[in-house]
């Protein structure tokens, strides 16, 4: 018992509970009781006060109501925000939907009064010519054509009355002019008899009208005249005069006929103006025309609303030298508001200023307008939401008015229904469903936390009442070793004698350690071959006290070889790690082990070696110069982002512990704190550098190699190391274009020194149009060391897949006939078709299954394709490459990256390995080929198609020129204007690179792609519709694709009974053919969609490059004021957008199409893997891109200009944008410089 005696700490007896709740009896146990055991022990406090406990107590209980009352603020902090943000929703939708509104408004009133002055300038030509045509001397003309040129131009124009005045200059044509106008007055019963025709009253009625006006026909005045109180008068003065003359509509009373317009002083101050300035003029705005100049037949109409006179000369020739008439035409103000959509839309306020204080007012909705007033009438509440802008600046404008020298001002506002259209209940309703969630949340809690709370206090009852008996029989050393020791009582038994407290206490620790180590080998597999190892001789180990360890790792790996096949990532593993271990055999380095992509070696061990830190140091140098040329030579098989492969080095010297580690794959291991720290300097080191720790460079220096080390400015952190000082070792190498492949090197002209992306010219895009350069060589001095290698593996994959038409036609026998000629004038006839966008088809008819062909088709890699079509190959994906400009992201590394995307889809859309799997003796049946064809839709039947599909990706941004194709329909740039405004960029990249091809300098690699009209036509159809499939933004095409989609994949699936029967005839039902070249075509353009967004899809390191590659492309475009948009601003939330609406629903779609297997599962995780780790670390990246790329562009932004003798204001932070605000906008700017094709604010649709 004197163990028990023994004083205790509190350590001893940290769980408490009541001494009332054990005490078991001493007289039978030797165990003594609690009361018992405390007053023997003296210190020992036996129970915790009962002050400890209330105040866990009382902690825990605060805590609690910290937390309800921390969820209840939650709660009304949610319901805040989320009210808050819901109605400043329904404001942002608001003010879109006006700005939309009013901007149409703008277009359209400014498009119709220029349209206005262009056919009336062509009207006032035609009279010209005809009065020219006719040998008619003016004023003494009058058109026959007139009724007929004036209602084709009133119907294009909407305009009111038109006259003609001719100019009558003094008395004595003042005189001729009264002899002439009453013998040609007849031309009132000719313009009456014209409009007679164009009405829709019966013939009886008009034929009375008619007649009633003839009686008028003699009321014409004889002579030029001016209306007086009197009446009608004489002009007496020497001129000019102005006389009125043929008017459309046709007068019905014609006394206003030879009215002196001149008489009007008003009228009199345009036609001064027209006569000064040569040009036409708008008057302003007046709400009772003149008499003269009211419409004849239409008086009743629309005379109360405002109106203006347009006056226009017409002149003797083309010389423009002498004025001869005018034309008058009355302009009402209210069809030029009208929109173009049928739909109402909600009313705006059009306020019309004019003069400088003189205002109206229309209100517009849709396509209805109403006149208000000559006022301004809209509501004042509105103000802040008005839009201002003058009109038509190219119309002059003369003030008949006393608001001379103002300008005609147009203000927009929103109306209270427009307003209340986009104001509702939802953000209340929402927000109380969102409160109302909360608080139901907060219950569950309340009552899971009740019930935890109860299941816990019985849970402590017992175990404070077992712990409580342990903590009063052994002291807190012993105890914890007791804890899993239950069988030790059962086994062991004290046998008499009683020993000293701390001996006895020493002699249980042993045999606590020694039941442990028992209890260990009788639960471990061998027993005690378990722990001594199972060998008769000792471990083969030694300590080596002088060692140099290196740590080489591969840096991107690991997001290169996820786009990569299996046999890729060994083929770089394994070129690379024998480049290094014969580089370790010649410098006598020992090669420890390769996990992964980390190779290991070591020197000084085996055998002891002096100068072990210089011979490490030399290693490592020839090892990361090999590297370097070895990614650079590889990047020709393995394809785009090999060469941006690095390599990371870290090399530490010191005492390492090394021998066999026997068992089951035994090996040479090395152990101590040397190997952990080289690891450490390893993985903080930079790529395509050497990182050396602080003992290794004093070894290299004393070994004479200081001038080779430099000092890193700053301390390296390495776990468990704390602060490491280390050095750089500097890698001796070759010209710089030929190491290139550094992290810091300029990237093909596009990226400088610090990584930025910079614009630089390409002189070469047209080379291979505009030269006569038969030969790769001329092209090739063009092209960066870079492009050439990614051209190389271009021509390796495309000749790979021209091997597999040539197999493939060759199985089918001979052709029946030569089509060399027939081909060449299908070519020219192809070539002419500069849409191509109409050449894309619903269903694209591939070749049905010959299962003949299948079994005498020879393996492709037999074939050898002759030496000139691999060199007009090379000759051509050298000229495609020389076409794509220096963009960061359309590059011809972004076609390549492409083209490797497609490249591997199509190795997995083969399911011969599916089929085996089921089926191992399935490629021994008959029937084998038939299984592919019909789950691949006829695809992997088709090299040509494969093919074609290759091909497209290569060349589909061919010329790209960095903007979307809304940017040059805006700019209205040549190629906007030569494919219609539609899929530009897409349809140019699709035309030159079929032109190139079409050279006489390609025909023989032409001839073996295809070699019947057939072949080439269906060539043609695929190239058009996987190269039109990356325009994901064309409503035609995305209309045809949704319909394709529904028809395919929708609707009932056909039975594979039903498609083919391999042992039955090869004649297939019309309707089967269609429905499966309807999923194959689906196949290939999502196939093509998805590799032009593949970088989305791979590794977040790939994904983050291109990223950053299109944010420069799109910053550099904004810089260059042709993006309407800083991509800064919304680049977050437009990433999240892109991936929900289209990037994963495209993934998902791959999947659907049930062809791609676990490809389409490996694109589907990594978009929404990327897509969680982008709205975990999206802010701070597209930080570090915006003071990458737009530091220059907001530090402009940002400058405040001081007021003078004020202090400078410090300027307001930005606005914080809310996440879903004009996402859809931000995303289709996204997609637009990915895909080239979208414009800014259209609905991104995955079809």
């Not at 190219?394 to 104001?423: A, L, M, N």
């Not at 608080?439 to 936390?449: E, R, S, T």
């Not at 051509?876 to 490249?903: G, K, L, R, T």
């Amino acid at each position: 018992m004197e163990q028990a005696r023994r004083p205790t700490s509190s350590k001893d007896t940290d769980q408490t509970l009541d001494t009332e709740v054990y005490q078991p009896n001493t007289t039978g146990g030797g165990i003594p009781a609690v009361g018992e055991s405390q007053s023997d022990n003296g210190s020992d406090p036996g129970v915790v006060p009962m002050n400890e406990n209330e105040f866990e107590r009382t902690a825990i209980r605060c805590f609690r109501y910290f937390i309800i009352v921390l969820m209840l603020s939650a709660t009304i902090a949610a319901g805040v925000a989320s009210y808050n943000y819901l109605h400043g929703e329904e404001g942002r939708d608001f003010q879109k939907e006006f700005d939309i509104v009013a901007d149409d408004i703008r277009l359209l009133s400014s498009d119709r009064l220029d349209a206005f002055r262009a056919d009336f300038r062509s009207l006032s030509w035609t009279i010209t010519g005809l009065a020219k045509s006719s040998n008619a001397t003016w004023p003494f003309y009058t058109d026959v054509n007139f009724p007929v040129i004036v209602s084709n131009f009133r119907k294009t124009t909407g305009t009111g009355m038109i006259a003609l005045s001719p100019i009558v200059h003094n008395i004595v044509e003042q005189f001729q002019w009264t002899n002439y106008s009453q013998t040609h007055q007849g031309w009132i019963q000719d313009h009456l008899d014209f409009q007679a025709k164009k009405t829709t009253i019966a013939a009886e009625e008009e034929n009375v009208v008619f007649n009633n006006n003839n009686n008028e026909m003699d009321d014409i005045y004889p002579g030029i005249f001016r209306w007086t109180d009197q009446g009608r008068v004489r002009e007496d003065g020497v001129g000019p005069f102005l006389p009125l003359w043929q008017m459309m509509d046709a007068p019905q009373d014609p006394s206003n006929i030879n009215l002196n317009l001149l008489s009007d002083d008003a009228y009199k101050q345009v036609f001064d103006a027209v006569l000064a300035q040569k040009s036409p003029i708008m008057t302003d705005i007046f709400d009772d025309m003149l008499p003269e100049l009211k419409e004849s037949n239409n008086e009743d109409e629309e005379e109360d609303l405002p109106m203006s006179l347009f006056v226009h000369p017409v002149y003797q020739d083309v010389t423009q030298q002498q004025i001869v008439a005018i034309l008058t035409a009355s302009i009402v103000w209210s069809p030029l508001f009208v929109l173009a959509s049928d739909e109402a839309t909600p009313p705006v306020d059009v306020v019309i200023e004019e003069g400088c204080d003189r205002k109206l007012t229309f209100q517009v909705t849709g396509p209805n307008v109403e006149f208000k007033g000559y006022e301004d009438l809209h509501d004042p509440a509105y103000d802040g939401y008005e839009t201002s802008f003058d009109l038509a600046h190219s119309i002059r404008t003369h003030y008949v008015t006393e608001f001379e020298g103002c300008e005609h001002g147009i203000s927009i506002y929103p109306t209270k229904g427009f307003w209340d259209q986009y104001h509702t209940t939802a953000p209340a309703s929402t927000t109380g469903i969102i409160v109302g969630a909360f608080l139901f949340m907060c219950i569950i809690f309340y009552l899971y936390d009740a019930a935890v709370h109860m299941r816990q206090k019985r849970i402590l009852r017992v175990a404070s009442q077992s712990e409580k008996i342990l903590s009063v029989l052994y002291p807190k050393t012993i105890r914890d070793r007791l804890f899993g020791m239950e069988d030790k009582a059962e086994e062991e038994q004290p046998k008499g004698g009683k020993k000293g407290g701390r001996k006895r206490l020493n002699d249980d620790l042993i045999k606590a350690t020694k039941y442990q180590l028992k209890q260990y080998m009788k639960s471990s597999p061998g027993q005690l071959d378990g722990v001594t190892g199972g060998f008769d001789s000792k471990p083969i180990a030694d300590l080596f006290l002088d060692a140099t360890v290196l740590f080489a790792d591969i840096s991107g790996f690991t997001a290169w070889s996820s786009v990569r096949e299996p046999t890729q990532v060994f083929t770089l593993l394994e070129s690379v790690y024998r480049a290094f271990d014969v580089i370790a055999r010649r410098r006598k380095v020992f090669k420890v082990e390769t996990v992964g992509d980390c190779y290991v070696a070591v020197t000084g061990l085996p055998e002891p070696t002096k100068d072990h830190a210089r011979i490490m140091a030399l290693f490592a140098k020839e090892c990361v110069t090999r590297f370097e040329e070895l990614v650079g030579m590889l990047e020709t098989t393995l394809g785009p982002d090999t060469g941006d492969l690095g390599i990371r080095v870290g090399i530490h010297s010191g005492p390492v512990t090394a021998g066999v580690l026997r068992g089951d794959k035994s090996r040479f291991q090395l152990f101590g704190d040397t190997v952990n720290t080289a690891s450490r300097v390893e993985s903080t080191g930079k790529r395509n550098m050497i990182h050396v720790s602080e003992e290794t460079a004093f070894l290299l220096t004393a070994a004479g190699m200081q001038d080779q080390l430099k000092r890193r400015e700053e301390l390296v952190s390495a776990k468990g190391k704390g602060k490491l000082l280390t050095f750089w070792l500097k890698v001796d190498r070759k010209e710089p274009e030929q190491s290139e492949y550094m992290h810091n090197r300029p990237h093909d002209g596009f990226q400088n020194g610090d990584g930025a992306f910079v614009n630089k010219p390409t002189n070469y895009n047209n080379t291979c149009l505009n030269t006569d350069a038969s030969n790769y060589e001329a092209i090739e001095e063009m092209l960066s060391p870079r492009v050439r290698r990614l051209c190389q593996w271009n021509v390796d994959i495309l000749a790979r897949h021209l091997k597999q038409i040539v197999a493939h036609r060759d199985a089918q026998g001979p052709m029946n006939q030569n089509y060399n000629e027939e081909l060449s004038r299908r070519e020219v006839s192809i070539c002419r078709q500069m849409d191509v966008l109409d050449e894309v088809v619903e269903i694209i008819p591939l070749p049905g299954f010959d299962p003949n062909v299948y079994k005498r088709q020879k393996d492709p890699n037999d074939i050898e394709l002759p030496e000139v079509v691999m060199k007009q190959i090379r000759l051509y994906v050298a000229c495609i490459a020389a076409m794509y400009h220096d963009n960061p992201f359309h590059n011809f590394e972004h076609a390549s990256h492409v083209m490797m995307s497609v490249s591997k889809l199509l190795s997995r859309i083969v399911a011969a390995d599916d089929i085996l799997n089921e089926d191992e003796n399935a490629a021994e049946a008959n029937d084998f080929g038939w299984s592919i064809h019909d789950h691949t839709y006829g695809i992997t039947s088709d090299p040509m198609t494969q093919f074609s599909v290759i091909l497209a990706a290569m060349v589909h941004d061919v010329d790209h020129t960095g903007v979307s194709n809304a940017q040059l329909v805006n700019e209205n740039h040549r190629l906007a204007a030569m494919f219609d405004n539609k899929s530009i960029a897409e349809q140019n990249s699709m035309v030159l690179a079929w032109d190139i091809l079409m050279d006489s300098r390609f025909h023989d690699f032409r001839r073996t792609i295809y070699a019947a009209p057939f072949e080439l036509d269906r060539f043609r159809q695929l190239m058009g519709n996987t190269v039109m499939a990356t325009d994901i933004m064309d409503k035609e095409l995305q209309a045809l694709r949704r319909n394709r989609w529904d028809k395919a994949f929708n609707s009932v699936n056909i039975t594979n009974d039903s498609i083919v029967d391999p042992h039955a005839s090869m004649v297939v039902p019309e309707g089967t053919k269609d429905k499966v070249n309807r999923k194959a075509t689906i196949v290939i353009e999502h196939l093509i969609q998805a590799s032009d967004v593949a970088h989305t899809m791979q590794h977040w390191h790939i994904y983050q490059k291109w990223n950053e590659r299109l944010f420069a492309e799109m910053a550099l475009a904004y810089k260059a004021g042709r993006l309407g948009f800083n991509p800064a601003e919304k680049w977050y939330q437009g990433e999240i957008g892109f991936y929900d609406h289209y990037i994963i629903p495209l993934a998902k779609k791959l999947k659907d199409c049930g062809v791609f297997g676990v490809a389409s599962d490996e694109y589907l995780n990594y978009a929404m893997e990327n897509r969680q780790e982008w709205e975990e670390k999206g802010h701070g990246f597209v930080a570090e891109l915006t003071a990458k790329y737009m530091g220059d562009v907001q530090k402009e932004e940002e400058k405040v200009e001081p007021q003078p003798d004020k202090p400078t204001a410090i300027a307001a932070p930005p606005a914080k944008t809310d996440e879903t605000g004009s996402v859809t906008s931000q995303v289709s700017e996204a997609i637009s410089a990915m895909s080239g094709s979208v414009g800014s604010g259209t609905q991104v649709e995955i079809v």
